[in-house]
């Protein structure tokens, strides 16, 4: 299956600031997904991203706040702008790949966000 | 819309015991794929099992079995012989492959299982 680098994979951030994600994949996918867990909460998909398009962004998201860049199909960032504590959280990405004779979803190990 | 409903927000179980997940879901697309994943303390998200929603045969990977009822719409974990390590947040997902290829996923909100010794 995939294999996911997500850096930094925490961070300490002042309100009003910005902090991007990184995350790259060890091979080619088409559609790389971005998800926030709040504190004790499930996953939440924020957006999906296609190379060489616009992201798609889920309902509450916005990309003003949550920029999405996707030059290339091993690579894509997150961007959180213009922070609050509200925005503190787990982001992860993730790919679709095949683990076995399935295809499953892949995550990268998380970016844990404390914005103070 | 799709929609994943897991009841059982915590579980004790004794090791050794099987233990059963209960996960519903709702979504009117008839090509969909259910997942489940294990959320140990450390934050990873590992892939447990997949069934598709035409697979006629309940999914299954060593320890771990899928109790897929389509006519319920529901997708049970069932883990067999449970150990100390399998102590985790569990989450049911699922994706529609209606749109031609695969949409992200949608969770359901856990459950954390915590096996006793």
């Known amino acids: 299956s995939a294999v996911i680098s997500q850096k930094p994979s925490r961070d300490i951030c002042q309100r009003g600031t910005s902090l991007t994600i990184q995350c790259q994949v060890d091979s080619q996918v088409t559609m790389m997904f971005w998800y926030r867990q709040q504190p004790g909460q499930s996953l939440t998909l924020i957006a999906t991203?296609?190379?060489?398009?616009?992201?798609?962004?889920e309902s509450g998201f916005v990309i003003d706040k949550f920029p999405i860049s996707r030059p290339n199909l091993t690579f894509s960032t997150l961007t959180v702008s213009n922070m609050s504590p509200e925005d503190s959280s787990i982001y992860l990405c993730?790919?679709?790949?095949?683990?076995?004779?399935?295809?499953?979803?892949?995550f990268g190990s998380g970016t844990r966000l404390t914005v103070v | 819309a799709q929609k994943i409903t897991q009841t059982q927000p915590g579980m004790f179980v004794q090791e050794k015991e099987a233990v059963t997940l209960d996960c519903t879901y709702d979504?009117?697309?008839?090509?969909?794929?259910l997942f489940w994943y294990k959320q140990p303390s450390s934050g990873e998200m590992i892939f447990l099992i997949y069934?598709?929603?035409?697979?006629?045969q309940n999914a299954t990977e060593g320890r771990y079995s899928l109790n897929f009822q389509k006519a319920r719409k529901s997708a049970n974990l069932v883990i067999s012989a449970s150990q100390l390590g399998d102590s985790a947040m569990y989450f049911c997902a699922m994706t529609s492959y209606s749109g031609g290829g695969a949409d992200g996923l949608t969770f359901g909100k856990g459950t954390h299982l915590i096996i006793q010794p």
């Open positions: 991203a296609n190379q060489g398009s616009e992201a798609t962004y």
């Open positions: 069934q598709g929603s035409y697979d006629q």
């Open positions: 993730s790919v679709e790949s095949l683990s076995g004779q399935v295809y499953g979803y892949t």
């Open positions: 979504t009117s697309d008839p090509s969909y794929g």
